[in-house]
């Protein structure tokens, strides 16, 4: 079984940095792509960051410059590298793989940006 497990949440202060890893599990074959996704208090989740296999990436334009998506194949682990954070940027951020056409989410990690 698929499984996902994100860590590395925490309170930072604005202007501040976090790292976020995605673990995955279950699966000998490489869920592709790996985005993130965040959702704030009231608010819809919205989509954050992509990788794929061949390590080509993506943003939205909100973190954009800010926050840097990777991963380490060998240990089947995505990262999310968020600097200069925002008030704004305080929410639930899960991870996602996809496999065989299939969606599999991680539980979630809080992020909470503080003035």
């Known amino acids: 079984q698929v499984q996902l497990v994100e860590s590395g949440g925490g309170l930072v202060q604005a202007g501040g940095s976090l790292r976020l890893s995605c673990a995955v599990s279950?699966?000998?074959?490489?869920?592709?792509?790996i985005s993130w996704y965040r959702q704030a208090p009231g608010k819809q989740r919205e989509w954050v960051a992509i990788i794929t296999s061949g390590g080509s990436t993506n943003y939205a334009d909100s973190v954009k410059g800010r926050f840097t998506i990777s991963r380490d194949n060998a240990k089947n682990t995505v990262f999310l590298q968020m600097n200069s954070l925002k008030l704004e940027d305080t929410a639930v951020y899960y991870c996602n793989g996809i496999l065989r056409a299939k969606g599999y989410w991680g539980q979630g990690t809080q992020v909470t940006v503080s003035s």
């Open positions: 279950g699966s000998t074959l490489r869920l592709n792509p």
